[in-house]
């Protein structure tokens, strides 16, 4: 499966980290941008870009800006996208297990890169639990897009 990474210019640092990580560990990823650090550049580009992607190619992805927040809430905008903010390897593992969550974000400021990178292994590696009571949430959430 590929991944699909982008970043804002305050998750460029976190950005450059995680994709060095990634190339260690042979793990297929494109960068969609932004590629060269620009102080005025926009989270919603990024997020869209990363987003249609992973809907397009059902990958998953990954989105970094300051806060997270704003990548985040552009992505959830993408039909099937189900984009979320885990604050712990707990919540990233839950957020896949139980709600099929397709594209991590993570904030360039609050979130170390040790911390960034136990989240996207258990990303990568947590399947979807199929439950029964999972897949009538998510059909549910797929109603209102």
Request: net charge positive.
């Amino acid at each position: 499966m590929k991944i699909y990474i982008g970043s804002d210019h305050a998750g460029f640092k976190l950005k450059d980290k995680i994709k060095g990580w990634l190339d260690q560990h042979k793990i297929n990823y494109e960068d969609l941008g932004n590629t060269i650090f620009n102080p005025q550049d926009d989270y919603p580009d990024y997020a869209l870009k990363v987003a249609q992607k992973v809907t397009k190619n059902k990958g998953l992805g990954i989105l970094i800006c300051g806060s997270a927040q704003g990548m985040c809430i552009t992505a959830n905008k993408v039909k099937g996208i189900r984009a979320v903010i885990p604050h712990s390897v707990k919540e990233t593992v839950l957020s896949r297990e139980h709600n099929n969550a397709n594209v991590l974000c993570l904030s360039g400021w609050d979130t170390s890169f040790a911390l960034s990178t136990k989240m996207i292994q258990k990303f990568i590696h947590t399947k979807f639990s199929k439950e029964k009571r999972h897949l009538r949430r998510i059909n549910k959430i797929k109603k209102l897009e």
